[in-house]
């Protein structure tokens, strides 16, 4: 447990975690490398312009603690303050969801493109809901309260930013 109950960090995420800052520490020796897990102190050096990488070896670590299959592996290059690539590995799907730029997503090798479909999906991610103010926490119940009402939308709550791939492949329409 790191910040509050929902936020843990297991033996996984710790081995991940080495396991990717090696090899990009060894690929790339003179950029910062900031992770979830043990360099977040470094993050203001990419703040401040230098160029460097930005991981999260397991987001959804409460799913993949309890053998839920949704969580994913985020890995980040940042040059300048702008975000320059992103690489998302969906380890359930053994899928790699990646971007350079130029509002082109990949799926593995497939370049993605987007079909509106009937029936829309939509994760509604609590986060970090035990540090979400009360009157914030009503309007966002609020809301999901709306959208489930709808015939044509599904919410889930998969619980990692899996979400936020999966709006990036066109397979959810939207991930609050």
């Not at 979830?36 to 999260?56: N, P, V």
């Not at 070896?57 to 690539?85: D, W, Y």
């Not at 939509?122 to 009402?149: E, N, S, T």
Request: proline share 3%; net charge negative.
């Amino acid at each position: 447990q790191k910040s509050h109950p929902n936020d843990i960090c297991t033996i996984g995420d710790a081995q991940l975690d080495a396991l990717i800052t090696k090899q990009l520490a060894h690929a790339f020796p003179d950029d910062i490398i900031v992770s979830e897990e043990s360099t977040e102190h470094l993050f203001s050096k990419i703040l401040a312009g230098e160029r460097g990488w930005i991981i999260d070896p397991l987001c959804g670590s409460m799913n993949f603690a309890r053998h839920i299959r949704q969580f994913c592996t985020n890995i980040v290059l940042v040059e300048n303050n702008k975000v320059v690539a992103a690489w998302v590995v969906d380890h359930a799907k053994k899928g790699l969801i990646w971007s350079v730029g130029q509002n082109v997503v990949y799926l593995n090798e497939a370049k993605i493109k987007h079909q509106i479909p009937a029936t829309w999906l939509i994760d509604m991610d609590k986060g970090y809901w035990p540090q979400v103010p009360a009157d914030v926490k009503r309007k966002y119940a609020d809301l999901c309260a709306g959208l489930m009402r709808e015939d044509q939308i599904i919410v889930v709550n998969i619980m990692s930013s899996l979400g936020f791939a999966y709006v990036a492949t066109g397979q959810f329409q939207a991930a609050l």
